[in-house]
């Protein structure tokens, strides 16, 4: 199936340190989010953006819509261990019927060492 | 306000068997979607139900199927099951085609197969 390719697949950082990934397709999206996923749990939405070249915080984590509308990418600031975890970026996009369907990229695992 | 509620949590089955899992939306939500997420092939969208009617289906066999009740709540069956199968199975649910912050995941059930 159709998959964002999302980048790093993994990476392992210091607590405080900031981070940084981001999420690639050949395809536009209409809209960008991103999610976070803990062990045995299902994906929480973590931030939406609506616009290219929006920029949009919330708490340590900002986000951006790719001024081509085909990419975003996720920053995480001062990371803390309850960050572990991961995080998947998806694209939403719509048809002339008025429905939808989004794709989801391939994750990247976050893991913080204390 | 209570989650998204998918059952059974665990579910163990052998080669050939059927399986029906069951997804209760949030209080209100009237769209439901179903994923597959497996470590290699990370979240793949399955169908989505609105209005007890299919409004949009991913690139899966016949073999898996779907249908939505008056009352919102979804089920999704896989009939001869393979090893392939074995994943964690996501719903979400939302209002339909209203904001992202709606769309919210369930905890899943996790499906092996052997």
């Known amino acids: 199936g159709q998959q964002l390719n999302q980048s790093p697949q993994s990476m392992f950082i210091q607590e405080g340190e900031d981070v940084s990934m981001n999420c690639t397709s050949s395809s536009i999206f209409n809209t960008w989010l991103w999610y976070k996923q803990d062990p045995g749990e299902g994906p929480v939405l973590l931030i939406a953006?609506?616009?290219?070249?929006e920029l949009t915080s919330n708490g340590r984590l900002t986000a951006q819509f790719g001024i081509t509308r085909k990419d975003s990418f996720l920053n995480i600031s001062a990371s803390i261990p309850s960050d572990v975890g991961i995080y998947f970026c998806a694209g939403r996009t719509s048809s002339t019927s008025g429905t939808y369907k989004y794709i989801f990229g391939t994750g990247t695992r976050l893991k913080v060492l204390a | 306000k209570a989650g998204v509620t998918q059952t059974p949590r665990y579910l163990i089955k052998t080669r050939g068997q059927q399986v029906t899992l069951s997804c209760s939306p949030i209080?209100?939500?009237?769209?439901v979607s179903w994923y597959q997420q497996t470590p290699g092939q990370g979240l793949q969208f399955l169908f989505e139900?609105?209005?007890?009617?299919q409004r949009n289906k991913g690139n899966f066999p016949g073999r898996f199927s779907g249908r939505q009740f008056s009352n919102s709540r979804s089920e999704m069956n896989v009939s001869t099951l393979e090893l392939g199968d074995s994943a964690l199975y996501l719903c979400?649910?939302?209002w339909g085609q209203g904001r992202i912050e709606g769309y919210t995941f369930g905890s899943g059930t996790r499906l092996t197969v052997v």
């Open positions: 209080s209100g939500h009237r769209s």
């Open positions: 139900y609105f209005s007890e009617t």
């Open positions: 953006l609506y616009k290219a070249g």
């Open positions: 979400a649910s939302s």
